[in-house]
């Protein structure tokens, strides 16, 4: 297929103001990802989108209550004011404060 670009999951974006860091957490315009890379603002970054990955929570979840990434912070939480919906979590929240969610894919 000649238009086919990519399947998604992973996609080059810009790094927004202060940068990125790999594995945190961010959303960006409408888009949330997890990146993979490290890159200052402006640089291109690889964020995922999709896949089950172990994140800091302030929150604690049950198996399969619903995450949201919030939107100022960043943060993974239960609560969905300013937040935007990333995907579920799938395991509670561990000692360190971790716990796992799983990034569907989805846009706001």
Known sequence: MKNYVQDG??????????????????QVGVVPVVAVDDAAA????VGLTCGVFKVPTAAT??????????????AITTVSTAAVKVGAFVSAKDSDGNADVWFTGQVV
Not at 42 to 45: I, K, L, R, S
Not at 61 to 74: H, I, M, Q, R
């Open 42 to 45: 402006g640089d291109p970054f």
């Open 61 to 74: 979840p049950t198996e399969g209550a619903v995450a949201y990434l919030t939107t100022a912070t960043g």
């Open 9 to 26: 999951n992973a996609i080059t974006l810009t790094a927004p103001a202060g940068g990125v860091v790999s594995g945190q957490t961010l």
